[in-house]
């Protein structure tokens, strides 16, 4: 058994002066302090990786910056996945009696300690080096390519794709540390720049700075306990080139298997957090993972299903796509906010019941899935 | 293992895919072995260029001076008529579903395979 026992989050923007690791202290230290522990008593870490100060073992540069001694530590690398990737390792590191409390830390100075153009690039090698990079892809490209194709497939347009953009805007709205608070409408969607087709600028998350932690623990410290029900990872590829058919996605392996590992459905879930790095990312998941029907995500979004009061809260902090997305920690805010509504700390975003939450993690090009169940257990 | 033909990813107008002569796998990124079933010294095979438009985007803002020179550029992604998959650059009115042929471009200092419409 484990628990989410403490987070931690920055806002999301700039965060000019802030190293990678500073913002990675932060987080952690509101983490510790949220799950009423010492600095001492974290004897795990876990870490993601930084475009910015990329380190062969991160983990213990932040132990010893951060001033920690832990007995199990290293870093891990799985893209956007990463975040989901560490708590499933945290919870069966605590569940094994490995560790009794893991730190899981993200963050990076993405938009202030580099150019956009470093981290575009920087991005864009995720693709194959030999017979992909070389032809001038960019992150966008690569899932401008998927969109096109799952628009051809199930009728998806553009307009249905720009509803993503605008219901995370309209979350973002209600959290102070988003990186954007200004109204989007579909329209500002489709007049935004093109950036790789059929995606336009505010199809895509920006680039930003800041961090997210959470602890991860054996035995709950709180009277309300957040519980990793089950979760369960797939990979099916690491190139677009290489992916398989739609219908064979990881999404929809990892969500099965983590059904199986946890004994939950899909009707049980009352609050989701996908990962949206793109609307289309956001659209595809949802339909493989059975948040919505193939080709009916956007109409769900414009019904209210997906908004603060409708039956499936999502993403109520904004996601990356308007919270922010500073790499390893961009997902992670995914967590931070599903452990705030379900701990009834959302303040002015609170959801009426957040009980049972559904987590889901994409890396690369659709190419590393993490799926996992939280429970609150009083 | 006999060394890797010429194809376009070393400079030469060819698209070279590997066929496995225990398994008949296809596969377009170069080993040593066949990836669906481990033999070692899949053949290698020149492509006839034909292919079926699978997914298209159209590139608009690049991250680099080289590749910037040429936005708007539209990275393809088809399938081949011996059945692998590859990324390449295309016309950019292609549709997917168009039948496309071969042809090579140079493309940030490199020579990089470019598909249009079967004529």
């Known amino acids: 058994m484990s628990f989410i026992t403490g987070v931690g989050l920055t806002s999301y923007g700039k965060h000019e002066g802030s190293s990678s690791l500073d913002l990675m202290s932060k987080a952690a230290e509101t983490a510790i302090a949220d799950a009423g522990l010492k600095r001492s008593e974290i004897d795990g870490i876990l870490c993601g990786y930084s475009t910015v100060s990329p380190h062969i073992m991160l983990a213990t540069v932040f132990a010893e910056h951060f001033g920690v001694q832990p007995s199990y530590a290293h870093a891990v690398q799985v893209g956007g996945a990463t975040g989901l990737a560490m708590t ?3 919870h069966h590191l ?7 409390h893991v730190l899981v830390v993200g963050g990076e100075n993405r938009l202030t300690g580099q150019s956009r153009d470093a981290s575009i690039q920087a991005l864009a090698q995720v693709g194959h080096p030999d017979y992909e990079v070389s032809l001038g ?28 953009a605008v219901l995370m805007r309209a ?27 059929p995606l336009k600028l505010l199809d895509c998350c920006p680039v930003s700075d800041g961090g997210a932690a959470f602890v991860v623990s054996r035995e709950r410290t709180g009277a309300t306990g957040i519980r990793v029900r089950g979760c369960a990872q797939a990979h099916t590829h690491q190139h677009v080139t290489a992916a398989p058919a739609l219908s064979e996605l990881g ?12 004994g939950v459905a899909i009707s049980d879930v009352r609050y989701a957090a996908v990962y949206d790095s793109f609307t289309i990312t956001l659209a595809m998941l949802l339909e493989d993972l059975g948040l919505a029907g193939r080709g009916e995500a956007a109409a769900r979004v414009r019904a ?19 919270y922010g997305h500073c790499g390893v920690g961009g997902a992670m805010a995914h967590l931070v906010e599903t452990h705030q509504q379900m701990t009834g700390r959302a303040g002015p975003r609170q959801v009426r019941d957040a009980s049972i939450a559904l987590l889901h993690g994409d890396g690369g090009v659709l190419s590393s899935h993490v799926s996992m169940f939280l429970e609150r257990v009083r | 293992m006999s060394d890797k033909l010429a194809d376009w990813t070393k400079g030469a107008e060819a698209i070279v895919y590997q066929s496995c002569s225990a398994c008949g796998n ?42 910037r020179a040429h936005v708007p550029y ?19 009115d292609l549709a997917i579903g168009d039948k496309v042929t071969a042809g090579y471009r140079p493309f940030a200092g490199k020579l990089i395979p470019y598909f249009e419409k079967k004529k």
């Open chain 1, 171 to 197: 979350h973002a709205m209600t959290h102070p540390g988003a990186q954007f608070h200004e109204p989007i409408t579909v329209a500002d969607v489709m007049a935004s720049k093109p950036v790789a087709m």
């Open chain 1, 251 to 262: 999404a929809e392996i990892a969500i099965a298997k983590a059904k199986a590992a946890s």
């Open chain 2, 26 to 67: 296809v596969q377009y990124f170069h080993r040593s072995f066949c990836a669906a079933c481990g033999a070692p010294d899949p053949a290698q095979k020149r492509a006839s260029g034909m292919a079926t438009v699978y997914a298209t985007s159209l590139v608009c803002r690049a991250a680099t001076p080289e590749t």
């Open chain 1, 304 to 322: 209210g299903h997906f908004g603060r009061d409708g039956a499936m809260p999502l993403n109520t902090h904004g996601g990356l796509l308007s």
């Open chain 1, 137 to 164: 892809p960019t992150i966008p490209a690569y899932y401008g390519l998927v969109a096109s194709r799952y628009m051809h497939e199930y009728g998806v347009t553009q307009e249905d794709l720009a509803e993503f």
């Open chain 2, 74 to 92: 539209n990275i393809v992604l088809v399938d081949t008529v011996e059945g692998f998959r590859m990324m390449a650059h295309g016309d950019n």
């Open chain 1, 88 to 90: 499933m390792l945290a």
């Open chain 1, 94 to 100: 605590v569940d094994a009696g490995v560790a009794k």
